[in-house]
């Protein structure tokens, strides 16, 4: 009887143990072509994550935007940050719709075709939004609240600042860093 009850104790153990592993050390991939803004739009996201989280979030550089759809595809990506009339022209839609008009079709669009779910934008001119997959949804639900915190925090003029001071590094680091604590963000 000792040995039964030790075994089943032994068990739990090691199921706890296997559950608290599977906590620690997830992390999530945002995925972005190589260019300077979406480096910075992507710093930003990853900071906020990270910070009010404490989520691991790691930047992955792809040449160009058909390798990060495919990382997407392939699941080593969770999220990208796009633009509703790139994202367009990507669905081979014709070029017309701009603005709100852009966002509402590629919102129902990516979520039908592409299993992607558009958040709200960041607020500056270029339209551009975080869009996650819909299983980085299910395994973390408080993100679309936590990103949807960065919409309309950007304008055009904190935009062309923050790309200004970008160089891919450091200096990029504490630009976003120290634009997101002035908006009270983290």
Known sequence: MKRIGLTVVVAMVLVWAQLGVACVGKTLFIGIPGTAGDRMLAEM???????????????????????????????????????????LALLGRPAGPSGKKAYEI??????????????????MPQGYAPVLTVETLENYPALPKLLTKLAG?????????LLKASDGGERSKKAVKDFLKAKKLI
């Not at 590629?106 to 607020?123: A, H, S």
């Not at 925090?153 to 600042?161: H, V, W």
Request: no cysteine; glycine share 8%.
């Open 153 to 161: 925090a950007l304008n055009g003029d904190a935009y062309a600042r």
């Open 45 to 87: 996201v990853s900071t906020l994550i990270n910070e009010r989280t404490g989520t691991a979030v790691k930047i992955q550089t792809y040449r160009d935007s058909r390798e990060v759809y495919e990382a997407v595809r392939q699941g080593k990506v969770n999220i990208i940050i796009e633009n509703p009339e790139h994202a």
């Open 106 to 123: 590629v919102k129902g669009e990516y979520r039908r075709k592409l299993n992607l779910t558009w958040l709200e934008p960041f607020g």
